[in-house]
Structure formats: structure tokens, C-alpha cells
């Protein structure tokens, strides 16, 4: 287990140190910042207007569900093109510079490297997104009251769906030695991903059902409307599973591929 | 500069076995990249492997550090196969991997660190480690650069420095001098005759000079499969014995009627012949061990009135049992010892 945070936190320290890393990081809060900021502004506008006209709150417009759920569901599809810049050095850097070469030979499974590799980006992505717990303290700022359920579920959500996202984009970044295709491929992947949903509302039937059980979306919704269902979890654990699967496999071909 | 004379010395021949490749095989996609490569490792020496590009030496090189298994035969490290206990034997080898860069983002000292805290080094052992390896690889003054802001002579160097961390028994170092200019070249072959007095040393080159100059032990790999190996100097006797005469007959020389002539003469094993200028055959013979044909040739060439106009013995240098060895090798494994 030490080996798997020895090779996490190098994994860590690279993304941090370059400048994709301070890419990612400014471009994350400046696009969550404006969402936050503009669902904000339009919340206070409903609600004054709402007491002009002499009601004292709206049904089911809660300010958690209002601003959070829409926040959560966005900075979701600021993901889509995060994650490709995050993972796309990974593996495909060390491949590159060949010092896969030497953590193959080092005293390290395979299991180490991979599972090493993928904890070190849930790390990255921790860092990236747990600053947005200062959104709530604007919000408290502000006076308001908030449901902390759903905030609690959509953190856990938007934590397995960006978890989920960067095993796909680990394993993309195995395949190959080049850092944009391994980009671009895990934006592909990803997007593909995401309209498997759409596909499933296009096909209709049993196809419906289908799509809406493999597509990672459908499932992280409830998450961000302050429902925890175990089926979700479970989906998002079996996601994470078979792509660390599919890497260490792909860091297995070496056996029998020159 | 002068070379030391490594010569074998026959303390070697007793010293105990450290590594032990047993029939080793190697197939990727069916297509068999190593044959039936065996050796033996023994403490102190310095092994080379020797061989054109492509002829399995980076190969053999993954799997004595446990980079992917073999396909058929096992390795031992002291009598423990390799890839049954890979996490504790892999501890007795450091290897440099043929061209690495390393991470370039990340200092010198940091990155050895790093090794050392993978290697399964702490707290003090590990500050130790790091600071005698930057000192022994000639770092020190480089410790807090950035490594790709490192000329490649240093680069080479934490390369080096990685694979010593954690004091392997073994260092396995794949073309240790590819792609340095000639002064980085000899600093290196310094460092590495340095090391080779604590350690036991695999190298591979394809410089030939090389290999006379650092190895105690050469192996000559060709397409997959050891075609000789011994001492250099045990290389070069081996060949010379069963020597080679060049003979240049004047016209009216005829290729079939030379042919059939030395046909009769008992102690020539091949023949090459080849047509030179204005009707001048040139034929490269291959002689038995311990024979010497050239009087009866020439008595031969005399009464059958062909003009010899030159005889000579083939003086084989490394480089030539090289050549020869990886251009002669189609006719089958050859047994130079």
C-alpha cells in the first residue's frame, strides 16, 4: 500500500507542478465561479420578485435546490472537458520518457502502479473541487439557509462521477505515448458516454432502460437532487472497477507486445 | 588514456553464481525474439553482451530485471526464480533502461528520492543512500537542477544513480554510452570501471571497443540466440585458430576448375571465392584448426600452372569475429570455444 501512495503523490506533485495543472485549476474556478455567481443573481431576482408580489416563499423552489443541483449539474459538464487534460499525461508521459520502463522494473506490482496512478488523480481532483465548499460560505455569507442533505449527496455525486471519469481517462492514457490523442480519445469516450442517455430517450422501450442504466448521468442526477440510492453507488464502483481492470491490463501487454 | 588489462582472471571462474538464465525464450505475437538464452552471472564480473541492433540483447536485459517474464526457461537471482518473488529480488538489481529521459520536470535529488522511497528506503538510510549515490555519480554540484535542463553526459548519470539506490548486487545498464559525445563517453566508462569494483555488472554495446575495454566476459547475440562467448581475448584466439587464408590467382584462373583443384586438399572447410579485376580470382578459405595448407597450395597453383599472385593469413580482429560471427551465422550456431 505505501508503494500506491508513493506513486499517488508523485502523480500529484507533476500535475500540480505544470502548467496544464494551473490551466485546469484557473479554468475550473473561473467557469464554476460564473455559474455559481450568474445562479446566484438569478435566484435573488426570482425571490424579490416573488415578495414584490406578496409571497413570502415559492414551493419548491428551495435556495439549495435552486442554485446547488444547477451548479452541481453544470460544473458535471465542465468535467467532460477537465478530466481529458487531467489524465492525458498519466500513463502516456511515462510511456513516452520510457520511465514506465523503470517503475516496471522497480520493486512495484502492477497493481501499485495502476491503482497508484488512479488514486493520485482522485487526489488532483479532490484538491480541484473541495475549494468550492467556500461557495456555501458566500452563501452563509449572504444569509442564507441551507439543506444539507443534498449538498452532502451532490459532493458525494460530483466526487464518483469525476472519479469515474478519470479511470476511463487512465486507462485511454495506457494505450498510448502521445498526450493529445490520449486527450482527445478520453474526450471522445466521455462524450460518448454522455450521450448514451440521450440515446436511450431517442430509442425508447427496453433500449430506454438500457441506456439509462450504463449512462453515468441518469445516475448522478439523483445524487445532485439530494437522493442517495445504493444502486448509484454501485454503478459508479463497478464503473471505477472495470476501467482500473482494463489498465492494469493494458500495463499487462507488455508481456507478450514489443 | 590507458586501459587497464581486465584479462580473466580464473578468481571469477570460482567466485559464486549470482544470476542464472535458464533456456530462456521470448515470443511476442509468435514471432520468437530470443532463443534458448542461457548464462551465468558470477559476483565481480563484468558481463557484455555484444550484437547488432535488434538481436535481442535489450530483450534479455527486461527480463534479468524482471520488466516482463519469458515466454519459456526461468531466471534464478542466488537460486530464487525472479518472477515468483519479483518484489524482493528485483531489490538486487538496479537497471538503466537504453535511452531513458527520466521525468524532467523533477530535480535531481528529488527524483532519487522518489527511487529510493519506491526502493522501500526511509528517513535516514534513505538521505544517506541518495547523498553518497550524488556524490559516487558526480551530481552533487547538480543535485537541485531540473533534469531536462541536464546535458545528456548528467542525465546519463542520475540514470545511473537511479539504478544504484538501494545497493543492488546487480546492475544491469542497457548502451550506457549511446548518444554521449566522446568526452561524456570516456566519463562514463569511468564511472562505470568504479563501480565494477563493489559490483557485478551486465552491460550491453554495440561498440566494440567497448567491450575489450570494460568486459570481462563477452556474448555474442545474434537474432535471438548466444553465438559465442569467453573473454575477448579467448574470442579472438578461438577464431584465429581455425584461421582463413586469402589467395589471389592471376588469370587464366577458372572458378570451377579452382574449385574442383581444392577440392583435393584435405583441411579446408569453406570456401569463398569472388572475381576481382581483369580475370583476378580472389577465394577466402577457412581452415581447419591447426593446419597449414599454404605450401601445398601453392605447389598445388604452381603445377597446375595457375599464377598465385598473393597468399595471406586473415588476421581476425574483434570487430572482424564480429562481423564474421553475426554475417556467418545463417550457416548455423558456431562453437568458438
Redesign the interface.
Known sequence: MRNVFIVASKETRTFLNSWSGVFVFFFFYLVSGIFFSLSVLSYARISMESLKEGYQTIEGLGLTRYVFSGLFLNMSAVLLFLVPIITMRSLAEERKLQTLELLYTYPLSDFDIAVGKFLGLVWIFELLFLPTLGYLWVIHGLGGVFDWGPILTAYLGFWLLGNAFLSLGLFVSSLTENQVVSAVVTFAGLLVVWMLEWVGSAVGGAGAVFFKAVSPFAHYRDFTLGILDLSHVVYFLLFHFFFLFLTMRSIETRHWNS | MPEPDRGTSSLLEESPVLARMEDVSK???GKR?LNGISFELRKGEILGFLGPNGAGKT?TM?IL?????PSHGRVLIQDEDLFKK???L??R?G?L?E????????RVREFLE??A????LRGRKKRQDVEEKLTRCGLWDVKHRLIHKLSKGYRQRAGIA?ALIGNPEILVLDEPTNGLDPKQIIEIRNLIRELSSERTLILSTHILPEVSMLCDRVMILNKGKVIASGTADELETGLRERHEVVVTLGPPAEKMAVLKLLDGVPGIERVGIEAGKEGVLILTLGVEKGRDVRAELSRMFVINSIPLLEMRSGHLSLEDIFMKLVVNEDDGPREVL
Not at chain 2, 530485471?65 to 517474464?69: C, E, K, L
Not at chain 2, 535511452?99 to 523533477?106: C, F, K, P, R
Not at chain 2, 522511497?117 to 522501500?120: A, H, P, S
Open positions: 515470443e511476442f505475437g525474439v530483450t527486461r530485471t524482471g520488466f516482463f517474464p519479483p518484489k524482493k528485483k531489490r538489481i537497471y533502461p535511452s531513458v529521459q527520466l521525468y524532467g520536470d523533477m522518489f527511487v522511497d519506491l526502493k522501500g537511479q
